[in-house]
């Protein structure tokens, strides 16, 4: 497999991290310092320029680059690449005292104040304006330096703005989605529900809180709206640095599962995904193998954004944070771990926030590679150097890429509207966490599945797992009946295709769009559990019944076949399904809870309650037999990931547990360790490898 390489400067992987100069110019000493360190941790790219707003311009149009011009000379000739920002997350006072637009309006209504961050207007002309001249004038003068190898555009883009401009472009692009008739909009919003019609696309607001917010219609198209506004500003801005400097990539550093952008809309508009990850490690509610398995489910979403080149970690914490409830100091060896779990994943980077510790204001506590103290001798400065050594001895690995048979699909219109929808139990939808606990089921599994959007194409997979699609988009249920046609494992759950992309419920029965002759069978009703109702599914088929250990993640327990059902509770009717287990008790006992239906050379499979995501274990497996993706059961704690390139495969095993873990079945180099493995890898506690065979 042909390898991706990001950086061909780098000759490896990327270590580096926010670097805010800025705050230091009259302690030259203190920078020059930070050169001597950085090369002492082998750091070899500095973010720059991320919050440097009121230090590049001063004063309207006076600008001020000479300092900035030296920092990136002094860290290139010292080998240092630069990761160039745009400072458009933060604005100088100067700007909003004299163009208050650029500040956000509430969803009150309420104009805010000057102050923080990542809080502007994204339809702001005059910050928009602004915002490209200091682009162009920043990609004029360092473009072309050959230390800058990319554009980092903002910061962690978030949130709306209910402001007359906003306000203007929402109804322009509703026109656009409607085709300039509003009756379109009136039949797909079903507004004729508490006489909510509109005459024209100008009576629409955005749902303000003491507003209209009763239309799920309008919710979603302003969370849509929202996205597509933030990209086009983020668009605006890449555009302006591709028109000067067209072969330099740009990024933005996303946030994990954020709930509010729909980062799959605007991954195609950067060059490179990135993301900022932080862990809550050694907390109070999961095991330390848990936290981990639940950070390789976000590595795993944001490399599906991009499946073909590697992404990069562009934030993470070298000590601790200072923003967590509880903000806990990362135990010696977790940061190894936490970086080369990124690599695992794909990610061709491991970078920092921050660099140094600054005195004061906001973040003078957050965790940085050099404390206060200054010195190169803290605990964390040495686990971070020991990182920078580790990432040069597994440099070949950049430019592969993971590669996996299954996916998961993850929709955020899917997301907003579940979050959105009337019904069922408030606290206890969990679209999120349940995506996340059948992950980690099939992680458990040794299957490492991409995160993909519904319409997306499937081809390369041979099993795909849908949980709660409650919404379909226009081209779903044709894309997993051909999927299933040519072979596929496909696994749906309760609450699948219930409404359309408008969120209209779909007629003649759910799931709709042709996918209830898909799985052979209708769901009537959908039946919301109290926290101490509960009910079972008994299995009536024999392999799954037989297999009903769910090997490390069940514990020791074994079941008597049974799954518990929590929650939510579907009655279906069969069509021509078989089924394979069936309701406990209640008055629907005895009907079907789990079905399979083959179409064409797969099977499209129903698990029409919610149950524990281990208890589910058997059935994985068994479509995962069907789907010839072999199982692969580590010891627990254990974490495996796979990269593939031109040279041969990487396998990548962290060992999250205090326990030192022995893993057969290994052959190759072990890259950190530098010795060959015949068949057995033995990790110690929180070790981590990288075996490389051909
Ligand atoms: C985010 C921001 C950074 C910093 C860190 C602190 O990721 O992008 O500027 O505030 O959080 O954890
Ligand atoms: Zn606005």
Redesign the pocket.
Same mark, same amino acid.
């Given at each position: 497999m042909e390898k991706k390489i990001l950086f061909p400067q780098i000759g490896g992987l990327i270590h580096g991290g %926010?670097y805010n100069p800025e705050q230091w110019l009259d302690r030259p000493d203190i920078l020059e310092e930070d050169l001597r360190l950085m090369k002492k941790a082998g750091i070899n790219s500095a973010s720059v320029g991320? +919050?440097s707003w009121s230090v590049l311009e001063p004063k309207e149009r006076e600008f001020h680059f000479e300092w900035l011009g030296k920092i990136i000379d002094r860290l290139y000739e010292n080998g240092i690449y630069t990761v160039l920002a745009t400072p458009s997350g933060a604005r100088p006072a100067w700007l909003d005292k004299k163009y208050p637009e650029a500040m956000r309006v509430n969803r009150m209504g309420q104009r805010e104040h000057h102050g923080g961050r990542h809080n502007h207007c994204m339809s702001s002309p005059v910050y928009r304006e602004k915002v490209a001249v200091m682009d162009r004038k920043l990609a004029e003068a360092f473009g072309s330096h050959p230390g800058v190898i990319m554009y980092h555009i903002s @910061?962690?883009f978030s949130g709306e703005c209910y402001c007359e401009h906003c306000i203007k472009r929402f109804r322009t692009y509703l026109a656009e989605k409607y085709d300039h008739d509003i009756e379109k909009l009136n039949r797909a919003w079903w507004t004729t529900f508490w006489s909510h019609r509109y005459n024209d696309f100008e009576q629409i607001e955005p749902p303000f809180i003491h507003g209209e917010t009763s239309v799920m219609g309008l919710n979603l198209e302003w969370k849509r709206f929202t996205t597509w506004n933030t990209n086009d500003f983020m668009k605006a801005e890449a555009a302006v640095l591709h028109s000067v400097t067209p072969g330099i990539p740009v990024t933005a @550093?996303l946030?994990r599962m954020f709930g509010g952008l729909d980062y799959r809309k605007m991954a195609p508009d950067m060059d490179v995904v990135s993301w %900022?990850n932080?862990p809550i490690f050694h907390n109070d509610w999961e095991t330390l193998a848990d936290t981990a398995y639940e950070t390789a489910f976000q590595h795993a979403l944001m490399r599906s954004l991009k499946r073909d080149v590697p992404f990069m970690m562009m *934030?993470s914490?070298p000590g601790l944070? @200072?923003?967590q409830n509880v903000n806990k100091l990362k135990r010696p060896g977790i940061h190894r771990l936490a970086c080369l779990q990124a690599v695992a994943c794909g990610s061709d980077s491991v970078q920092y +926030?921050?660099w140094r510790k600054g005195r004061g204001s906001y *973040?003078q506590f957050?965790g940085a590679v050099v404390d206060h103290l200054g010195t190169d001798d803290t605990r964390v400065f040495k686990e971070v150097a020991e990182v920078g050594e580790l990432l040069k001895k597994i440099a070949p690995v950049a430019g592969t890429l993971v590669r996996t048979k299954a996916a998961m699909l993850f929709d955020w219109d899917n997301r907003w509207a579940i979050e959105d929808m009337k019904a069922l139990g408030r606290e206890t939808k969990k679209y999120e966490e349940t995506c996340i606990g059948i992950w980690k089921e099939f992680f458990r599994l040794g299957v490492d599945m991409d995160i993909v959007g519904s319409d997306e194409d499937l081809d390369r997979y041979d099993l795909v797992v849908a949980p709660m699609l409650y919404m379909l988009q226009p081209h779903t249920a044709a894309n997993l009946r051909t999927f299933v046609e040519r072979g596929g494992q496909l696994l749906a759950t309760y609450l699948t295709g219930y409404v359309d992309s408008d969120q209209l419920c779909y007629l003649g029965g759910f799931p709709g769009d042709g996918l209830k002759d898909l799985f052979g069978i209708v769901s009537e009703e959908i039946d919301s559990l109290y926290p101490t109702d509960r009910n079972a599914i008994v299995l009536t088929d024999e392999s799954l019944q037989k297999k009903a250990v769910s090997g490390e993640s069940a514990g020791e327990k074994e079941s008597c076949g049974d799954w518990e059902v929590v929650e939510y509770a579907e009655v279906l009717r069969v069509q021509d399904a078989q089924v394979l287990g069936t309701y406990g008790e209640d008055f629907y006992q005895g009907s079907a809870a789990i079905t399979c239906k083959n179409h064409g050379k797969g099977n499209a499979w129903y698990v029409a309650a919610r149950t524990d995501a281990p208890a589910m274990g058997p059935l994985f497996e068994r479509m995962l037999a069907d789907a010839g993706i072999p199982v692969r059961r580590l010891p627990a704690g254990v974490e495996c990931h796979v990269r593939k390139g031109q040279e041969g495969r990487y396998e990548f095993y962290l060992n999250w547990t205090n326990d030192t873990a022995a893993i057969s079945g290994v052959k190759g180099r072990d890259m950190v360790a530098d010795r060959e493995i015949e068949d057995v890898l033995e990790l110690p506690a929180y070790g981590v490898a990288v075996v490389h065979s051909r």
């Open positions: %926010d991320i +919050f @910061n962690e @550093n946030m %900022d932080y *934030e914490a944070v @200072n923003w +926030f921050q *973040e957050h």
